[in-house]
Structure formats: structure tokens, C-alpha cells
């Protein structure tokens, strides 16, 4: 890596690369193809919520398109289905099964790491392309969103996807990489709605500055961009607003079985103001202040917090600094200068991404900041390569030790909330990385020999600590909607601690840290959180799946609940199973989790009434009421959903069932014969 890096400032990076480049290159994606493929079916269904969505995909084209729950096409889940589509036509290749479901998910991870690779190693040689990738490869929230199903790895992709495009624009000022770069962020539109906008800022601010045409030219090229955008994302946003309602799913997530309100509402405005009709809560707040809420505390040190922190702050201190260090060493440069275009954009995007998440007042889980990981990680690769050329300025010297010093002290602080994890650990990141601070100022120990013990120590002060979380994280299995990376920090609500596999098998960050703020546990009837398994035991969704023990009450055998996937016994899924192909619906259950283990132990539709927190209006009560005279519906299964189905229209729904048809129980769970 040393010698790699020894390149001029200003030298032209060698486009062939050395066989060592290739051999490191090799090493990096292989060895991420390994951590993120191994053991990748212990997660079971992981997100049973899109699991379900994925098993319909699998087996009905039209249920494909939209994203619906379910293969009788009830209603869809609560974002665009192109992160499902990949996982879908994986199922329909190798057919259901968690391994077939998340292979995609990996894969996606191993092309991220190998395309941030590539766009830093044009500007910043190979060591700042390895660096950067190794970067996004341990980063503990990354090593949880590849191995997991839900569509944030998609958006990862397509995120550095757009970077990568539009810095071939700033290189040679064409027309057709800025298409490209709109078509990319417009599948990230069909990927997770909104989010992907917050790299367009970034993008556009960086070509205005440094694209090659004149500025008018430069405008009408971004505008040629966001045309590009909006064609990619809008067919699809046409055809689902053009299709007749009486003929496609319910719109899940909206209120109105819109589309256009789903991602101006629900994905939208209300993630920043916390106004989301049918959700659970809102943010930290009145307006979004910082008084704390339902997810937890909103500010500036929000992505520092015990939610946040292990996944993603250990190296965000020491990226900003080294932004900053590049931007003063290419300040004299020219105006098209790439390498400060590049600075340039990841930078912004680091920054848009990280006060967005801070401040906003809505939905927030701590996986989303496996958003902010290529930037961090970008900015690493870059800032690194450019201060250590430039090595035999103090000042320079100053500014990398004091970056070290940085992602020491955050280690330091991170490694403390999980005390009884490699406990060690903390201690040797703090004697080395001081070290390493101390060699960089002195001369001789960053040149020849010495520079390769010099740059060994940097690493390891600045990668230990989220290697061992990425570690933890690769070994612990996965399940549930909310979850998190990383060992347990004993900073649940009100401070209790979560012992190791509580919860769903996550401890930073995952249902009793995140959701909601600490100190706070909402009083919601019928929520169960996340259960887990250690590795062996029968996932999640699977049929015979053993119950979990422990306080927070297991999922085995339960009807699930707002957060966790029904888990029916052998006994349940023959039950359902019995005469499903004289019914549209086997089963119908509050809330897309509640039937989301059904529905994918019996590979038949299972109507999510209500969508994901059972409070969508579909289907209405005389809907409902028709589906069941018309023999549609087998069975309604009791539970499940925001409260179990305690108000609004599903509440309806369970009131009539009740009134009208007798309950029986079978291994604990209460469901009626609608037939």
C-alpha cells in the first residue's frame, strides 16, 4: 500500500494498473465475496416483509411489477419494487429459500465495493481506490445491508453509480455520462423513493463547479440529467398511477392508494417533519427538535449516538478532516481540477446525508446510514493518497495526524459502549494509533522502510474497531424489520442492556435501542419485537421453526406482530395448506408481517390487511366482507398488526370476524374458518 501511494501529487494515474494493484484488488473483492456469502442462509427470511413480497414476485408477474405482498395481489409493500425484482428472479432461478433470496443482496455489496474502487482509483491511484474499498467493505452497517433483503443495498449501488457517472462527465465534459447519471439515480427513485435525491444535490453542485463546458452548456447538461431521471423512474410511477385501481394492488404505505402520495407522503416530507399518516410515531419533537421521540433524539451528534455510532461513525470524524486537507492541497488547482471534484462530491454527500439523517423528524432506523458509508468511506480512499504525497510538508504531516488521531478517539469512544466486546481491542487501537500520530510528524518514519510500519499502524488504528463490528455482525443472524450491526452496547431503553442474541440478534441500534427513543417503550398491545436464533436453529418463517426464549417473548409459533414475521408451527402451515387451491387467500392477518411467515411456509397468498402497520384502509370492511362471501378467503387469523388490529378499518375488519364466526386456536394461535 506504501508503495502504491508514492505517485507525485500531480502525476497522471496509470489506467493499466501493476500486478500488485491487481492482486490487491483481488484479495479485496474476494475476500468481501467471502465474508458476505458465508453463512448468508442463517438470517432465515431476515426481512419477512419483503420476503413475502419476494416469494409473490417469484410466482406471479403481475405481483412482480408492483411489489405486492402477495400473489393474489392485495396490496404492495410500502416502497418501489426494484430491489425486489432482483431478489424475485433469483427465487424463480433456484427456487425459495433464504439463501437464493439474499445471494442478490451480497452481490450487490461486492459490485459496490468494486465500482468505489473504480472511481477513486481514476483520480487517486490504486492505493486510493484499495483503501476506499476496504473501507466500504468493514464498515459494520454495509456488512449488514448486503447480507440482508432489504432495499438499501440496491441503493448503495446505484448511489456510487451516479458518482461514477458523473465524474466521466467532469473528465471529458460529454453529454451522455450525465444521462447515464440521471438513469441511475432514477432506478434508486424505484428503489427506495426519495433517499437517492440526496445525492443529486452533491452531483450538480460538483459539475457546476468543475464541469469542462460553459455554464450554460453545463445547466442544460444537468437538465438533460434530470430528464433522464425522471424517465427512468416515471414509467413505472405512469403505469401504476394509469392502471385501473379495481385491477392492481392497493397502494401499501399510502392512505390513498396513490403512488405520487406514497412518495411525496410516507417516503417523503413526512420522513423530515415526522407528519406520516398510518405510522407508528413521529420524530424527535415537536417539529423535529431535539426533546427525543418516537426514534429517538434528533441533532447534530445524532449519527455519534448509541443507535447510530457502531454502525457508521468510526471513521466520520477523520474523513471531514482529510476533505478539508484535500481541499487546501488542491486549492491553486484548476477550475475542471477531477481530484477536486471528486472531493468536491463525496464530501457534499457525506454532508447533505449526514445533517438530513441528523435532523429529520420522521422514521428513522440505523441501518439507513449504510447511506453515508461510500462517502466516508470515498473520502478516506482520497484524502489519505493526497496528504501522504504530499508528507514532507509539516502542516500536511499535522493534518494526517490529526486525522488518526480522530478515528482513534472515535474508536476509543465506541469501543467503550460495548466494554466486554474484544475487550482489549479498545487499548491497542489507542497505543497504536498513537503511535502512528506521533511517526507522522517525525520525518524519517515516513519515508522507506519505516513508512511501511508508519502506514500499517494508520490502518490498523483506523479499521480495527469496524472490522471487529463488520465480524460480529457477518457471524450474528439477522431477522426482523429493524435492525442493527455490531455487538451489544448495553444502552437499550431507560439504559438496560440486551444480552447477547436478545432482540433480533442485533444490539446497537435494533428494536429496543432504535426503536423507539431511549428511555421510552410506547404502550402498542400486539407488537412483538424481532425474535432471534443462533446458527442451526430453523429461521424464522421456515415450518417447525423452534419458539425463541427469552423476556422479550419469542417468535416461534406466534401470530408476529408490527416489527417481527409469523412463525406458524408444522401443525398451522398443514392446516392452511388444506384445501389452499380452492381459495384465492389462504389465510387473511393484520399487518404484512403478521402474514408474512404464513405466506411464505405455505408458498400461498396470505392477505396483509392493512399493510405493513395494518392502518392502509384495504381492504375496506365490505370489501372484506365480499372477498369472504365469494369464498375467497379461508381463514382470518387473530393478532398481528399496530395493536392487533385496534383500530381503523382492520379493527373493523377483526370486529366482524369476531361477532361473526367462532375462533379455534392451534399452538397458540387464534384464527376463524371463514369458509
Not at 419483503?50 to 416469494?55: D, G, I, T
Not at 486549492?331 to 464530501?347: Q, S, Y
Not at 472490522?467 to 435492525?483: E, L, N, Q, W
Not at 423476556?551 to 395448506?577: E, H, R, V
Amino acid at each position: 500500500m506504501t508503495m502504491l501511494m508514492e505517485r507525485t501529487a500531480d502525476a497522471p494515474v496509470q489506467r493499466t494498473g501493476t500486478r500488485w494493484e491487481w492482486v490487491g484488488l483481488g484479495a479485496l473483492l474476494l475476500g468481501t465475496a467471502v465474508a458476505y456469502i458465508w453463512g448468508l442462509g442463517a438470517s432465515g427470511w431476515a426481512n419477512s416483509f419483503y420476503s413475502a413480497a419476494v416469494q409473490a414476485g417469484s410466482v406471479s408477474w403481475k405481483a412482480f411489477f408492483f411489489g405486492s405482498s402477495d400473489a393474489a395481489n392485495s396490496i404492495t409493500v410500502d416502497k418501489p419494487p426494484m430491489s425486489l425484482w432482483l431478489m424475485s428472479l433469483s427465487v424463480r432461478i433456484f427456487g425459495l429459500s433464504s439463501w437464493a433470496m439474499l445471494i442478490p443482496q451480497a452481490l450487490l455489496g461486492v459490485g459496490s465495493v468494486a465500482l468505489l474502487w473504480a472511481t477513486i482509483r481514476r483520480q487517486f491511484g490504486a492505493a486510493g481506490g484499495l483503501l476506499a474499498g476496504l473501507a466500504l467493505a468493514v464498515t459494520p452497517v454495509a456488512a449488514l445491508m448486503f447480507r440482508f433483503n432489504n432495499p438499501d443495498a440496491l441503493l448503495v449501488l446505484l448511489m456510487i453509480a451516479a458518482v461514477w457517472a458523473s465524474m466521466r462527465a467532469v473528465e471529458d465534459g460529454r453529454t451522455r455520462w450525465l444521462v447515464l447519471t440521471g438513469m441511475f439515480v432514477g432506478f434508486g427513485f424505484l428503489t427506495k423513493q426519495l433517499q437517492v435525491m440526496l445525492v443529486v444535490p452533491p452531483i450538480a453542485a460538483m459539475y457546476l463547479v468543475a464541469g469542462q463546458p460553459k455554464l450554460v452548456r453545463r445547466l442544460l447538461q444537468l437538465f438533460a440529467a434530470l430528464g433522464a431521471a425522471i424517465v427512468s423512474a416515471g414509467w413505472w410511477l405512469l403505469a401504476v398511477e394509469l392502471w385501473p385501481a379495481s385491477s392492481r394492488p392497493w397502494i401499501g404505505g399510502s392512505q390513498n392508494n396513490s403512488i405520487l402520495e406514497l412518495t411525496l407522503g410516507y417516503n417523503g416530507l413526512g420522513r423530515l417533519n415526522g407528519e406520516e399518516t398510518g405510522s407508528v410515531g413521529g420524530g424527535g419533537g415537536p417539529g423535529g427538535g431535539a426533546g427525543g421521540g418516537m426514534w429517538g433524539e434528533t441533532g447534530i451528534t445524532r449519527m455519534f449516538d448509541a443507535s447510530q455510532g457502531g454502525q457508521i461513525a468510526w471513521l466520520i470524524p477523520a474523513a471531514l478532516i482529510l476533505f478539508v486537507l484535500g481541499l487546501v492541497l488542491r486549492g491553486r488547482a484548476r477550475r475542471t481540477d477531477p481530484k477536486r471534484a471528486a472531493l468536491i462530491v463525496w464530501g457534499l454527500w457525506l454532508l447533505v446525508t449526514g445533517l438530513t439523517f441528523s435532523f429529520m423528524a420522521g422514521i428513522f432506523h440505523s441501518y439507513y446510514t449504510v447511506a453515508l458509508s461510500p462517502a466516508i468511506a470515498a473520502l478516506i480512499g482520497a484524502g489519505s493518497v493526497l496528504a501522504w504525497r504530499r508528507r514532507e510538508w509539516l502542516w500536511v504531516r499535522i493534518g494526517l495526524a490529526v486525522a488518526v488521531s480522530a478515528a482513534v478517539a472515535m474508536a476509543w469512544v465506541l469501543l467503550g459502549r460495548s466494554a466486554e466486546f474484544v475487550p482489549w481491542l479498545r487499548w491497542a487501537v489507542l497505543v497504536v494509533g498513537l503511535v502512528a500520530a506521533v511517526l507522522l510528524l517525525v520525518p524519517p518514519a515516513t519515508r522507506g522502510k519505516l513508512a511501511v510500519a508508519t502506514t500499517l499502524a494508520i490502518m490498523f488504528a483506523g479499521l480495527a474497531g469496524p472490522t471487529a463490528y463488520a465480524i460480529d455482525t457477518i457471524a450474528t443472524p439477522h431477522t426482523g424489520s429493524i435492525v442493527s450491526a455490531g455487538p451489544s452496547t448495553g444502552m437499550g431503553p431507560g439504559g438496560m442492556g440486551r444480552p447477547g442474541g436478545m432482540g433480533d440478534g442485533t444490539r446497537d441500534g435494533g428494536p429496543m435501542g432504535q426503536m423507539p427513543g431511549a428511555g421510552q417503550v410506547p404502550q402498542m398491545p400486539g407488537i412483538q419485537m424481532p425474535g432471534s436464533r443462533t446458527p442451526g436453529q430453523a429461521p424464522a418463517g421456515f415450518p417447525g421453526a423452534a419458539a425463541a426464549d427469552g423476556p422479550m417473548g419469542g417468535m416461534g409459533g406466534g401470530a408476529g406482530g408490527l416489527l417481527n414475521g409469523s412463525t406458524p408451527s408444522d401443525a398451522l402451515t398443514s392446516l392452511l395448506d388444506a384445501d389452499a387451491d380452492s381459495y384465492t387467500w389462504v389465510a387473511a392477518a393484520v399487518g404484512s408481517n403478521s402474514a408474512s411467515g404464513y405466506q411464505l411456509a405455505t408458498e400461498e397468498p396470505v392477505m396483509a390487511i392493512g399493510g405493513f402497520n395494518g392502518t392502509d384502509p384495504s381492504p375496506t370492511l365490505e370489501q372484506f366482507q365480499q372477498y369472504v362471501a365469494d369464498g375467497e378467503i379461508h381463514y382470518f387469523i387473530a393478532g398481528g398488526g399496530m395493536g392487533g388490529g385496534n383500530s381503523g378499518t382492520s379493527a373493523e375488519i377483526a370486529q366482524w370476524v369476531e361477532a361473526n364466526y367462532t375462533s379455534t386456536t392451534v399452538d397458540g394461535v387464534t384464527l376463524y374458518d371463514l369458509s
